[in-house]
């Protein structure tokens, strides 16, 4: 293919053209026979882009909201300097610096660029194709081929309530190993250790067998259970799809499922994770690895809301034949009422008969503020009425799904995830699971 | 070994940016062309349409008031009898079809001295103000044997020229050695040419014999069909801009031309294809509220929303004040006047469940609602 300093020297030559000696139309056979030539000689001399060894570095996982680096490189086999011109396959969402590049690779040498990326969206970026386009020598004429380099980036979600993850975690160590007094009702209720008698130990604690043996007071200590199941169910249907907040009503549930699956995996219970909806997306089965928030991330990070009903029943069968033993689970979703009215509600006694429910929902800001608005236009005064109706009608199925044994955790955005660790603690502290 | 080289740089401007200068420049050209290509109609002397004071309207409806049939056109037709070329602008191929028309039979009256048409011009001074003999000023006499101006007594000519009289011509109005009016026969036909067409434009045309003679020259017996040739506009000629470009210009056009294809070759073939990716659901958590919101208004349910609106602010006064939702509303106006000392005939105004009339009473009804709300729970 011509390049432009192809086109370039054509215009120039339009005045050799119109200064050729003679009156007939030679000069302009002549001139442009010329370049022809030059041309083709040019063409026939440039690198085959498949002879150019290109390399692409890119990192294997980023995570939403931090930036990595890419980088290409250019190996030239020939010992004449060589122009190359690279595009990349970098989806716009990726937000790269840029995809197109052109590098000056010096002869038996090597040369590279990079740039800069910041997703904008979770998932799976598959990679195939690099174009080369390679100059000849006198940059006349370039070819340009597609070379196969085929390779997979993965962009997680964020984890943005990590700090008031570890903030949990550590205050429920330190009521563990009891630096501090505990609260509540707490103290949990199996078996830790025995130790000497302190001066704050309840009387109650003292084991007399223990102390008849030892011949001094001795207490037993206690902590909360440990390899308890944590359940995490995450709504992938059409009610998770809208935006709240800027992002999808979907992101606030991950947020909140690698929250509570950091924190009990960290606090020695098993976490899991079933994802949903008119079928089960993905599956981690409970474990108190220190892996384990990898592997829920994992299993998340390609989830995209599917624009369907969700299963709720074929989800908790599903569960529930998996994972039988008596768990916390946490079911994220949206409380819309048409939506749960057929599926949920009917659904929820089977479950809650043998297990703790929690329904964790995240609240549209943007429908509270309209039902706390002063309007001064009739169509604010019938958007405040629509919230405030959505509003009650809100409060109305909380109430419900309370009334059937489910605990509800309908918080605004950033503080789903928190509210859901606490109740998590909660149910812990005092030993109801 | 390794040697690292350099990248360049990318180019970050946009393709619209790039082409702004171009399409400027177009528009600039067609603006151009708008001012500058309309033909002006009114202003050339002696034009037979122009009705200004040097036109020659009144010469075409002279012509026709005395049984002429009289045509403005850029050509002769062979049925015409007469041609009057007042301004001559012909192109060689016209001026050569002019003569061959005169030759078949026609009569061609020409009243511009330079034309190629008409004979030279006499010796001496190009001046010519009167016929000294007849001590007439700027008056000429005919002075001659053409029957046809047997009738025509004096004209006025100003700023005309003498033409030379040749052999076999014969010359009328003579002024020193020239005469203003040469008559000569050509092939079939006759060429009578003029010292100028002052006579004939419109401001003149009445004064002395100027009109006799016009009618004598061009209509003299009534079913003459005249054509008066049409001064034609610069630029209508039959040689276009390819025949004026000269052919290295052309050749170095062409030379651009092929610079251009190859521009488009270069062009044509992109680096990398644009790459798809799947659009996320674009869909805001509130759009149902929205819609029922609109969907409300739409339908004018002012009730009904009023009704929400009392709803609310029924439960939220409840739960504040510690009553029951289903309380009467004189006993939570006297709650939360006690409370907050919100007067009390205002929350029973918003919670009684009178109609809403229009859309300003709603929207007072919804403020008021809000602001109640908001005193009481600051009051707790």
Same mark, same amino acid.
Not at chain 1, 210 to 216: F, H, I, W
Not at chain 2, 138 to 159: F, Q, S, Y
């Given at each position: ?433 | ?5 350099? *990248?360049?740089? @990318? ?167 020239? *005469? ?14 003029? #010292?100028?067409? #002052? ?91 929205? @819609? ?40 939570? *106006?006297?709650? @939360? ?22 859309? *300003? ?20």
């Amino acid at each position: 293919m011509p390049t432009g300093r192809l086109a370039a020297v054509a215009a120039g030559s339009s005045v050799a053209v119109g200064l050729f000696p003679g009156d007939s139309t030679l000069g302009l056979l002549v001139v442009n026979g010329l370049v022809l030539v030059v041309a083709l000689v040019d063409w026939a001399l440039t690198v085959r882009p498949a002879a150019v060894a290109v390399e692409r570095e890119l990192p294997a996982v980023v995570t939403l909201g931090q930036s990595a680096r890419i980088m290409w490189w250019v190996g030239n086999p020939g010992g004449r300097r060589l122009r190359v011109s690279l595009a990349d396959e970098l989806a716009p969402s990726l937000r790269a610096g840029r995809r197109r590049l052109t590098l000056i690779v010096p002869g038996r040498g090597r040369a590279g660029a990079g740039t800069d990326i910041r997703p904008a969206r979770r998932g799976r970026f598959e990679l195939r194709e690099m174009v080369v386009r390679v100059e000849g020598p006198v940059g006349l004429m370039a070819r340009q081929e597609r070379r196969m380099l085929p390779a997979t980036m993965r962009v997680y979600p964020q984890f943005a309530s990590r700090d008031e993850a570890e903030l949990r975690i550590n205050r429920a160590r330190i009521l563990q190993i009891g630096l501090r007094s505990a609260q509540g009702r707490g103290g949990g209720t199996e078996f830790d250790s025995m130790r000497e008698y302190g001066p704050d130990d309840e009387f109650r604690r003292i084991d007399w067998a223990a102390t008849a043996r030892a011949g001094k007071p001795i207490v037993r200590t206690y902590r909360a259970e440990r390899n308890q199941t944590v359940l995490l169910l995450l709504d992938n249907g059409r009610v998770m799809a809208g935006r709240v907040a800027d992002v999808p009503r979907l992101e606030h549930a991950m947020d909140a499922v690698m929250m509570l699956a950091a924190v009990a995996t960290r606090l020695g219970d098993r976490a899991g994770l079933v994802a949903f909806d008119r079928e089960v997306r993905a599956v981690v089965p409970p474990s108190h690895s220190a892996a384990q928030l990898t592997r829920v991330t994992e299993a998340m990070y390609s989830l995209q809301p599917e624009l369907v009903e969700s299963d709720y029943e074929g989800a908790f069968v599903e569960t529930l034949a998996r994972f039988r033993r008596r768990a916390m689970l946490v079911i994220l979703t949206e409380l819309a009422e048409q939506a749960l009215a057929d599926t949920l509600v009917p659904a929820l006694p089977l479950i809650v008969r043998d297990h703790l429910v929690v329904l964790g929902s995240v609240q549209d800001p943007a429908v509270v503020a309209s039902a706390n608005s002063s309007p001064d236009s009739p169509a604010g005064s019938y958007a405040k009425a629509a919230a405030v109706a959505a509003l009650e009608e809100r409060r109305r199925l909380v109430g419900r799904l309370r009334g059937m044994g489910a605990t509800v955790v309908d918080a605004p955005p950033g503080r789903l995830a928190p509210g859901l660790a606490d109740a998590y603690l909660k149910v812990k502290a005092t030993g109801r699971l | 070994m390794t040697v690292v080289g350099t *990248a360049a740089p @990318a180019g970050a401007k946009s393709a619209l940016v790039r082409s702004l200068p171009l399409v400027g420049l177009g528009l600039a050209v067609v603006v151009l062309a708008l001012l500058t290509g309309g033909r002006r109609t009114d202003g050339e002397p002696l034009d037979p349409r122009s009705t200004a004071p040097l036109g020659a309207r009144a010469l075409v409806l002279l012509l026709e008031r005395f049984g002429a049939r009289v045509e403005v056109a850029g050509d002769v037709a062979p049925r015409d009898t007469t041609a009057v070329l007042l301004v001559d602008r012909l192109g060689e191929a016209a001026r050569t079809r002019l003569r061959q028309w005169v030759e078949t039979g026609g009569t061609l009256i020409v009243a511009d001295p330079m034309s190629d048409l008409a004979p030279a011009l006499a010796p001496g001074d190009a001046g010519l103000f009167g016929d000294e003999e007849a001590g007439d000023g700027d008056l000429l006499r005919p002075r001659c044997p053409l029957p046809a101006l047997a009738e025509v007594g004096r004209i006025e000519v100003p700023g005309a020229v003498p033409l030379r009289v040749g052999p076999g011509a014969t010359g009328c109005f003579p002024v020193d050695d020239g *005469a203003y009016l040469v008559a000569r026969p050509m092939g079939g036909g006759v060429v009578v040419a003029l #010292g100028g067409g #002052g006579p004939f434009v419109n401001r003149q045309l009445d004064d002395a014999d100027n009109a006799v003679l016009a009618v004598s020259l061009m209509a003299p017996r009534g079913d003459e069909r005249v054509v008066v040739l049409e001064p034609s506009a610069p630029g209508s000629g039959r040689e276009g801009l390819s025949d004026l470009v000269s052919r290295r210009v052309k050749d170095a056009l062409w030379q651009l031309l092929v610079a251009f294809g190859l521009f488009a070759l270069w062009r044509a073939r992109r680096l990398g294809r644009p790459v798809l990716e799947p659009q996320p659901v674009q869909l805001a958590g509130s759009e149902l509220v929205g @819609a029922v919101g609109n969907l409300l208004q739409q339908a004018r349910r002012r009730d009904q929303a009023a009704t929400m609106l009392r709803a609310q602010l029924r439960r939220s006064l409840s739960e504040l004040l510690g009553l029951p939702v289903d309380a009467p509303p004189a006993v939570m *106006a006297e709650a @939360a006047a006690q409370r907050a000392g919100v007067p009390p005939g205002q929350v029973a105004d918003a919670l009684a469940p009178t109609p809403v009339p229009d859309d *300003a009473s709603l929207v007072r009804l919804a403020q008021l609602v809000e602001s109640l709300r908001k005193e009481v729970s600051h009051a707790r």
